[in-house]
């Protein structure tokens, strides 16, 4: 069975003060330092695929560690926000594969609450903060298992 690493972009600033698309809000200082940070966070974890909401905070978020793997990000519609249900499946669809995700913060508990129904038990103060992972894996029988890793910086 594979590993999914699901991640919720780093910090990208206040959506209140952006103006214009939010699409393209970028990610902070801050959010960089935590992209950078994933590189080393997840060095140990085998990755085949990384793929990403095609909002930009998403895709800056997973870039680093896409270079230093000599890959590229595959945009994902499935990982935008609002997108829980196509989320969830894409999760169910990889789970025999190594890959990392990077989505927003409405998906990442959408997506833990769906694999519940596949015998997934979190604790009751599950998180998700911006730049965090949550290490999801399925055993052949279809339950999965999951570990919160917090964002590096």
Known sequence: MGTILLVRHAHAGSSDDWVGDDRIRPLSRKGVA???????LLDDRRIATIHASPFVRCTQTVEPLA???GMTVL????????????ALRLVRDLADHDAALCTHGDIIPA????LG??????????RWQKGSVWVLSADGEGCWQAVYLPPAT
């Open 111 to 114: 997506v833990l609450r769906g």
């Open 75 to 86: 945009p994902s519609d499935a990982l935008a926000e609002g997108s829980d249900e196509d």
């Open 34 to 40: 935590q992209s950078q940070g994933l590189v080393r």
């Open 117 to 126: 129904d596949d015998g997934l038990r979190l604790p009751r103060n599950a």
């Open 67 to 69: 270079a230093a793997r």
